[in-house]
DNA sequence: TTGAAAGCGCTACCAC
DNA sequence: GTGGTAGCGCTTTCAA
């Protein structure tokens, strides 16, 4: 039954009887149309088995319903979550997403930022850590509403959804200390972008000469073994060591384990995000929170509601708290 | 520096001295034009920073650029790896990808596929176990190259790659009889469909009454913890725990390791999938790899090449072939 | 409430 | 090699 050539918005008026105006206001705007009218055209929909062409709608409309997400690195749960959460007040108003990821490389962010712009999506969301002057400018003249998270400065037509990185860093350095730690090692990625290099320097500021900055890894689970690796290898050994991320901790830990060093006993893990994995791995990981959905939230509100800003030169930015969950990977340092 | 108004073709042809044709054919088709042409287009691109527009350029061609996939569960890096594999593969051949994720519902899988196909896609890969006939004859009328894992039957344009589940479940089954396990439990989602069902059933048929066949879980690693108190709670418990997946399994050992179950010890437990993290979590785990990186290859071929196929007429089955990996989480029975 | 028709920005065919 | 131009399938005024 297959037909050879796709069904048109000019088929399935013919079909009905009416014009094909009249079908794309039956599609779109419902009301516009007699309900008489309307029942006609949908059993011509149904019968014919149409289905309007995307490309289309979207040039002739100029606009296209879909939001655009840009990660880093999706293999990281923590750019998933945002992508869900994203996905799930996108689809909530109607929207589709589409995500791209860069794999830390800024040559391809600049690619996937003109391809986005290409697409000419209702809003794109931006998640990476390696964001240049040059790429925000980009994204500034494509006049398409815009939420970056963590990273460069708000402009004209772009928000920015900032977490209190220095807060995050404070607590969990309080805590390491009341726990009686002494010595810091710091295993992160990409150190020298975004939120990884305020994490890091967060962590200076607080730990000054204690803090001994481990080797810049990969964001993966076999970075953060290779960052264990560096932290075993000092002399004398941090106690404690802070991982970029809960990715890079987990990978960690398991370095750890087959070197045979018990957590937290001879050495205290943290992480960074509250990745759910964390919570399933052993020993459960010691964390910062940092709460995704909330982030997709805001990020779409803000670009669902550009009329919303009395002045799109309103530089806009939002500042979320992470908050620290307490697990099984820290603990005291035992005294040997 | 904005314009208002979006840069077209047009433009860049003035500013060139050249018409639209020739912009774009030295856009797309560089070696029809003339270097010096070419040249001067090329400039004033540059000039302007025009980005062509994709709705427009897909809608005139009549294709798009690019390739669907749609899985299951995006948080299941099962998934995620499927999807990585088939957007390496489609970005060397200048593809791009849309990705969309059911959540296991079939109703979203009907949605998902009517709107992917309203893109007209250069081809689609579906990985889903929630298939129905319904959406395969959608697939089949949508007459784009489709390649689907492990559901269904192939049709004209549709070729089916499947893995050999029932030599993967009899390749575990062997090794764990050989280790002295008698009692065997299983844990799966949705196990009425696609490959979890034939995991299942190959599974009952290799051990027949000797599988206590646990609840039918959700996908996540919640549910892989629910999958192991259900386990805990049979009497005799099984000695022995087979996971649909990984990703199930390794909830399922979170739970083992709360309620002090020693693993492999008490009982062994066993994946199906072989995703990364099977070796970053303790203790490491046994499982059974499915090739994802060929998978992908092998879909992208597929897609890419309908011409190669002799009849599309020809119903197209792959077949994958699964391999045992063993690590640390299965071993003999301990006798108490 | 409905229809006619002018584009949306680009590609591709047909001339030159 | 290059230009002119007719669409691609849909949305959206403007009239009726």
Tied chains: 1, 2.
Aim: contains cysteine.
């Amino acid at each position: 039954m297959a037909q050879s050539e796709a069904l048109t918005l000019a088929d399935v008026a013919k079909a009905a009887g009416v014009s094909p105006a009249t079908v794309s206001r039956a599609l779109n705007e419902p009301s516009l149309v007699k309900a008489a009218t309307r029942q006609r055209v949908m059993e011509a929909v149904e019968e014919l088995r149409y289905r309007p062409n995307r490309m289309a709608r979207d040039l002739a409309g100029g606009r296209s319903r879909s939001v655009g997400v840009i990660v880093s690195n999706l293999a990281n749960p923590f750019f998933l979550d945002i992508f869900h959460s994203v996905e799930y007040e996108a689809k909530r108003h109607g929207y589709e997403v589409l995500v791209e990821n860069t794999g830390y490389d800024p040559r391809r962010l600049a690619a996937v930022i003109d391809a986005m712009l290409g697409r000419a999506p209702a809003g794109i969301v931006v998640v990476v850590s390696e964001m240049e002057d040059a790429m925000m400018q980009e994204l500034v003249e494509g006049e398409i509403p815009t939420v970056i998270y963590d990273v460069g400065s708000p402009g004209p037509n772009i928000a920015n959804i900032r977490v209190d990185e220095e807060q995050g860093i404070k607590t969990v350095t309080r805590y390491l200390k009341s726990l009686g730690h002494k010595r810091f090692g710091f295993v992160g990625h990409h150190t020298q972008y975004g939120s990884l290099r305020r994490r890091r320097e967060a962590l200076e500021a607080q730990l000054g000469k204690k803090l001994t900055v481990g080797a810049d890894v990969e964001d993966s689970l076999e970075g953060g073994r290779a960052g264990a690796r560096a932290m075993l290898a000092l002399d004398p050994r941090p106690t404690a060591i802070l991982c970029g991320n809960d990715h890079i901790a987990i990978g960690a830990m398991r370095e750890l384990r087959v070197r045979g060093v018990d957590v937290p006993g001879e050495m205290s893990v943290v992480g960074f995000d509250n990745i759910l994995w964390a919570e399933y791995v052993h020993p459960a990981l010691t964390t910062v929170n940092i709460p995704r959905p909330s982030i997709g939230r805001m990020a779409m509100e803000r670009i669902l509601t550009p009329e919303g800003t009395p002045s799109s030169a309103t530089a806009e930015e939002i500042l979320v708290q992470p908050d620290l969950v307490i697990r099984e990977s820290s603990g005291p340092p035992k005294k040997k």
